[in-house]
């Protein structure tokens, strides 16, 4: 009998695994009256990590605020793991971008964690034994275990945003948000964010999907990205998606993707330098920690090549494309110690 | 012409033991715990600066109260409790806004000092009310505030969790579908509950030393909410009874020494903080 019951669970599961977790339909979304994005047609796979690119301002948050709910659509529907959005929230662990005030948090690294597993529960519940074991699992998995009796004021930006990823993993989503998780971190912590990422998506299978300004760090692990420009928010798996001419289009800023042994680069060229200058890029032995995602999950991948990304050519790749705009570059490069060679993406 | 009295009063055990000492002594059992409980949520909640506001837009409810002939603290409360709901409606990003809270609570004192003026009672009670007079604190002030504290942690019992979630972890809290909204509002009608009981004791200018000078104090000693309350709470006791002590010894205003003991708490902690970070 308890043998039935699981095999009857595990083929839901499977079942609801190869559905895909994000399906939006028509979906758009507006600020007061101004229409932030619209027609939003297109479905993300579970099991992916996707990211969310595009310009300040483009409604990158906006995105993750309506897949949560928090943010009604005016049109369309927008599917979250099977159910509309805002009803599946606890299957999501979502991240926002950290502010300046954790900077004074003196809650201990394990006391934030464990918020995220007993923080919405009213009335008196003692933390038990099996949550904090549950928090520690959560922490040893993004690698703060020992930073556990810490306060967060006294912890680096890379170490808080883990233990924030820590906080959102320990109640078991299936679905990870994550607002600019690299925003405001140096290039070692920077590598160290992704790699936890590329760990939760191989190790748990969780779907992914990170905001981003800098494309390059999530490069390796990237399956996808939903990119919003002029007001429509579009699904490209990553090979589509790495264009030169379509980046460039998004960012407003000339942008060049150079080939090397390791995969693709995106590179933005600074409004002082020639143009024939060989850009600086990271150097191979950089890039070969990198987690590489091939052969990663076939049989999810082959379902969404199918039934999900429309291949239809997206019309902006034949527009013309200015390669002198170049001011835009300081615009996005907010991400503070970031180098300029990977200013702005 | 008058002259500075800096007696030591040898009675001060017989002064202790009068009918409105104990009144007081049980008063600031009462205000401490509140006060302790709150301060750390208004910490973790940016809100200091609304809370110290709340109590100056009580103001005129309290002199305003004194000339209809009305207990200072229900005017006080129902200010207070009117100000905080407006700005908990507000969002919790209102009760960071300093230029428009800043203000509001100069434009209220203002009120408050008008009211006063209008009657001579009122005129009497105002250094009261600015500056507290925990020994005059009644009986039935006594009740009021034990059943203030039954009701508070009552209420605390309850929302615990998700009040600190969402003090805490704002956008998180709501995306996992603790109301934001209700608990913003809870929290700003508790933090007018308390300084209603607090005004009493140390008066409105000085009570931010009183409700959050302890709870940032505690926040330097310890690192978990529940343990930083009891500090908190232990704190402001030390602070209100040590006040009591003292000016039953020396010839000093209660509200003085309450304020100075908080004060030297925070700052040897923040010393010794300062000094172990070296």
């Known amino acids: 009998m308890n043998i039935e019951t699981k095999v009857e669970k595990k083929q839901v599961t499977k079942t609801e695994s190869d559905k895909p977790a994000l399906v939006f339909r028509d979906a758009g979304i507006k600020r ?24 300040n301002g483009a409604g990158k948050t906006t995105m993750m605020k309506a897949e949560l709910g928090l943010l009604p659509l005016f049109t369309g529907s927008l599917t979250v ?17 950290n502010y300046d005030s954790d900077i004074e948090s003196n809650l201990t690294a394990e006391q934030s964690v464990l918020l995220g597993l007993t923080g919405t ?15 520690r699992e959560a922490m040893a998995f993004t690698g703060v275990d020992d930073k556990r009796h810490y306060r967060l004021s006294e912890l680096s930006g890379g170490l808080r945003q883990r233990v924030a990823i820590a906080q959102a993993l320990v109640s078991g989503p299936k679905l990870l948000m994550l607002d600019e998780p690299l925003a405001n971190l140096d290039l070692a912590a920077q590598r160290e964010m992704v790699h936890v990422l590329a760990k939760l998506n191989h190790e748990m299978g969780m779907t992914i999907q990170v905001v981003a300004h800098d494309l390059n760090m999530l490069l390796p692990i990237l399956d996808g990205a939903v990119y919003l420009l002029d007001g429509h928010p579009h699904y490209a798996k990553m090979n589509e998606v790495l264009d030169a001419n379509l980046l460039t289009h998004l960012y407003s800023t000339k942008v060049q993707v150079v080939t090397t042994p390791q995969g693709d680069m995106f590179v933005t060229p600074g409004p002082d330098e020639p143009d024939d200058v060989t850009p600086d890029i990271h150097k191979p032995d950089e890039v070969a920690g990198f987690h590489h995602h091939h052969g990663k999950h076939p049989p999810i991948e082959n379902i969404h090549h199918d039934s999900h990304v429309t291949h239809e050519q997206p019309r902006y790749f034949e527009k013309k494309i200015s390669s002198e705009t170049g001011r835009d570059t300081q615009r996005t490069d907010r991400n503070g110690g970031n180098q300029r060679q990977e200013a702005g993406l | 012409m008058s002259y500075i009295q800096f007696g030591f009063n ?35 909640r940016h809100s200091t600066f609304a809370a110290h506001a709340l109590a100056h837009i009580g103001l005129p409810g309290a002199t305003g109260a004194v000339l209809l002939g009305l207990p200072v603290s229900l005017g006080l409360g129902i200010f207070a409790l009117g100000g905080a709901l407006t700005i908990g409606a507000l969002g919790k990003k209102a009760s960071q806004r300093e230029i428009a809270t800043g203000t509001v609570l100069a434009f209220a004192t203002g009120l408050g000092l008008f009211f006063s003026r209008m009657s001579s009672s009122a005129s009497q009670q105002m250094q009261a009310i600015l500056f507290g007079s925990i020994l005059t604190i009644t009986n039935d002030q006594v009740l009021g505030f034990a059943i203030f504290d039954v009701l508070l942690l009552a209420v605390m019992a309850v929302v615990y969790r998700p009040l600190l979630f969402s003090s805490l972890d704002e956008q998180v809290a709501q995306a996992k579908g603790v109301p934001i909204g209700v608990m913003n509002v809870l929290f700003m009608a508790i933090m007018a509950g308390v300084i209603t009981i607090a005004v009493p004791a140390v008066g409105t200018l000085l009570i931010f030393a009183l409700v959050v000078t302890p709870a940032a104090t505690a926040n330097i000693i310890t690192s978990t909410p529940l343990r930083s309350m009891t500090v908190s709470s232990v704190l402001c006791l030390v602070s209100i009874w040590g006040g009591l002590v003292v000016s039953a010894m020396f010839p000093t205003p209660p509200s003085f020494v309450i304020v100075t003991i908080s004060t030297l708490f925070w700052l040897v902690a923040k010393g010794a903080e300062a000094l172990h970070r070296r």
């Open chain 1, 32 to 55: 007061g009256e101004r229409i932030i994005w619209q027609h939003g047609d297109f479905s993300i796979p579970s099991g992916s990590i996707t990211a969310i690119v595009g310009t």
């Open chain 1, 81 to 97: 793991l099977g159910g509309a959005a805002g009803t599946t929230n606890h299957l999501i662990g979502y991240v926002p971008q």
């Open chain 1, 121 to 135: 529960r009213f009335g008196i519940h003692p933390t038990t034994r099996a949550q904090r074991a549950q928090a």
């Open chain 2, 10 to 44: 040898h009675e001060w055990l017989e002064t202790l033991s009068v009918p409105f000492m104990h009144n007081a002594f049980i008063a600031g059992l009462c205000i401490a715990l509140a006060a302790g409980v709150m301060g750390y949520f208004t910490i973790a």
